[in-house]
């Protein structure tokens, strides 16, 4: 498939706007400007974008507690995004999600979620909407390599198998379950491997590689929506960054093994690809980078200058006040 | 109008919904050929795959259908076919259905109802008896109802199905067996009002699900002692109607709260809690509660007898509370 060149572009533009807002989130949370704790999505921008830039705008995905990413892909605002992480009422959870919960139901974006593997459930129970209302839409759910060790993960793939549900099951495989090294958790180190005892097909690709992600993400989501069925796509990537922020003190990596993954740093391969296409040259490139850092910074302004939550909302939402009419 | 039981009352009720409203499916374990207690009989052959849908065995899976069909627009009924089984789905039900709508800023409504079969039948012993009600009333953003009888069932079943929350309904396995008279055509019994059973002026005798059939029970020999004893059934445990349970209190002056479940940190302790609370200048006595043991229930046919609070149990307690 022939992307045009703008689209080539944006997935350059929205990868560098992950990594931008993330790098800022960080700070702002070692800063203590921002409360509680975020998870990077820095360095697996690729797969976040290359999947998403394949759906269709009203397609849905379901997150993780590494959320910012996936919402920034699926079209999120970097301005509620960040007033969400500044707890404020105008922040996509009126300030009472943060990072782990972030969500945007408008743009399909389910939420992310504080628990394991618990977006699996959910966006089995949302791809079973779309088949039940035969409305065309997929569900993209985004999980860790971690995930794929939890009951939800492995009830929710078997059950959508069954039922020919239009989903996705995208594995980002960064090889630590926040802490702990794959290998000492997990019997299989490829976890497409899994697909197979769900009679489902399993796809191993390169998440450091935007296309590469982009073109197996395209072909699952087309058989998705053809009524074919589930596919577990694994995108092999690496968290440059800790479990929380950027070093929360106990992470155990070798140094070369960082290097390693950190010269295939998605954004700068993305950018050399375009650069040697001839589609962006470097100082068309540099200029997106600068306009959207600035888009960051006037992002932060604009939510640390938003209001807080009034103390009503702490009981606001608890239930929904309606429905007995229905 | 005409006598039905409770399963009978339940099925009603679902495919009434369903014929109303095509956002309303129903999915679960063998629901298909009608569930193990027949609450689903008739929708299979009626409805087909598509709105009753026949899961694995995975709780889990199978409430999160339930979570994101409803996040995005359909009325999910969720049926966990035993409520010990409940355990398995738990972080579905208290991490992702009761706090989504909080934790995403009030985004979602998530109109779900979650059917489950409770209590002690008949030597099912300690996995397949429980009573665990009291979790989900320390739930916030669940709703729980818990009817006594055929006719309840149906009304609170149809009202929790049109509500716009999420709800665990729990069905009692003894009640489901009792039949009252139910109207044919399709009603709502509304959530959070309870129901004066019967009235009385000596005790107010509080009981949820089978105990109402015992509490029932002991009034009726009370009467023949010449003590008159109102029984109020809750129906709905949360959000709890107190103003009935109270305004019952200062007439009384006496109390007994009776459960099947296990009575430390039941129910029952809210109950009486608010009570003491709320009544204390009115009260002749201190509250009683009737409830299980604090053991898991016991197989044995000659330990389950022991174990299950019953008329008896209600009749010690109110004569606790009036001194002979």
Redesign the interface.
Known sequence: MELANEQLVHMFEQMTRIREFDERAARLMEQARIHGSVHLYCGEEAVGVGVCEALQPDD?I?STHRGHGHLIAKGGDPKRMFAELFAKSN???????GSM?I???DLGM??A???VA?G???????????A??EDGRVTVCFFGDGATNE??FH??V??AS??KAPIVFVCENNLYGEWSPIAGTTSVSDIADRATGYGIPGVIVDGMDIMAVHEAASEAIARARRGEGPTLLECKTYRFYDHVGRDFGMLDRDEEEVASWRARDPILLWRKELAERGVLSAAEADAITGRIGQEMEDAIEFAAGSPDPVPEDLY?????E???A? | MSEKNMTVAVAEALDQEMDRDPDVFVAGEDVRVGGPFGTDAGLHQKYGDKRVVNTAISELALTGIGVGAAAVGLRPVIEIMIMDFVCVAMDQIVNQMAKMKYMLGGQPTLPIVLTTHAGIDSSSAAQHSGTLEAWFCHVPGLKVVMPSNAYDAKGLLIASIRDDNPVIFISNKRCLQTSTEVPDVPYEVPLGVADVKREGDDVTIVATGRMVIDALEAAEQLAAEGVSAEVIDPRTLSPLDTDTIIRSVQKTNRAVVAQEAVQFCGLGAEIAATISDQAFDFLDAPVKRVGAPFTPVPFAPVLEDIYLPDTKAILAAVREVIPA
Not at chain 1, 316 to 320: A, K, N, Q
Request: no cysteine; charged share 10%.
């Open positions: 849905y379901t922040g996509y959870n009126g300030g009472k999600g919960h969500a945007a139901l389910i939420g979620n504080g628990i618990a699996a459930p959910i966006a089995l129970g949302v791809s079973f909407a779309s039940y209302r009951g939800a009830e929710a078997n059950m069954v039922l606001r939402d608890v239930y929904t309606t429905g007995a229905r």
